[in-house]
T-cell receptor, first 112, second 115 residues
Framework: SQQGEEDPQALSIQEGENATMNCSYK?????LQWYRQNSGRGLVHLIL?????REKHSGRLRVTLDTSKKSSSLLITASRAADTASYFC????????????FGAGTRLAVHP | EAQVTQNPRYLITVTGKKLTVTCSQN?????MSWYRQDPGLGLRQIYY???????DKGDVPEGYKVSRKEKRNFPLILESPSPNQTSLYFC??????????????FGPGTRLTVL
């Protein structure tokens, strides 16, 4: 399968802690995006990292990309209850310009 | 406000009764697509469109039709719905092709139940 696979499937932490989610994929990519989905709602774009980048930051989010290991990670620092959501990675595979392929996501629960 | 709208948001219907889910975007995006989301399966692409009158199948197109007569609209048609099409459906749009890094803007979702 070409989709990204998120790990863990579920993560439960306390407010203030950091949350790390991982994404693995199997073939070469052009870029990788991370999206967030609040329960039953549409996905919202968080951050894009291109294949020639190793790390990007956006506010409390830090994304890394290791193309040699075919993996990416999303770190949310100082998490808040409002970060409770599902998080999806979407690798864009080389040559597959017409779609993003989403995995099953990581369900993050942040407890007050 | 830039947005993707879908209607209806919730729909309960019976097997075989044709239905249409509308999708509209106000961002002048070229690319639009439909996904379904099922527990444990993530989002799977049903159809996509790269421009007016240009549509193509995604990963799970069986049982669905689409049309792109206008740039802003991309309706999803179920000619003869079956219970296995019970799912949460999302429309999405982007300026360019999905795989080039352009942000996908998602609609709020349509929860469809086929009895």
């Amino acid at each position: 399968s070409q989709q990204g696979e998120e790990d863990p499937q579920a993560l439960s932490i306390q407010e203030g802690e950091n949350a790390t989610m991982n994404c693995s994929y199997k073939t070469s990519i052009n870029n990788l995006q991370w999206y967030r989905q609040n329960s039953g709602r549409g996905l919202v774009h968080l951050i894009l990292i291109r294949s020639n980048e190793r790390e990007k930051h956006s506010g409390r989010l830090r994304v890394t990309l290791d193309t040699s290991k075919k993996s990416s990670s999303l770190l949310i620092t100082a998490s808040r209850a409002a970060d409770t959501a599902s998080y999806f990675c979407a690798p864009a595979f080389s040559g597959g310009y017409n779609k993003l392929i989403f995995g099953a996501g990581t369900r993050l629960a942040v407890h007050p | 406000e830039a947005q993707v709208t879908q209607n209806p948001r919730y729909l309960i219907t019976v097997t075989g009764k044709k239905l249409t889910v509308t999708c509209s975007q106000n961002m002048n995006h070229e690319y639009m697509s439909w996904y379904r989301q099922d527990p444990g399966l993530g989002l799977r692409q049903i159809y996509y469109s790269m421009n007016v009158e240009v549509t193509d199948k995604g990963d799970v197109p069986e049982g669905y039709k689409v049309s792109r007569k206008e740039k802003r609209n991309f309706p999803l048609i179920l000619e003869s719905p079956s219970p296995n099409q019970t799912s949460l459906y999302f429309c999405a749009s982007s300026k360019g092709l999905a795989g080039t890094g352009d942000t996908q803007y998602f609609g709020p979702g349509t929860r469809l139940t086929v009895l």
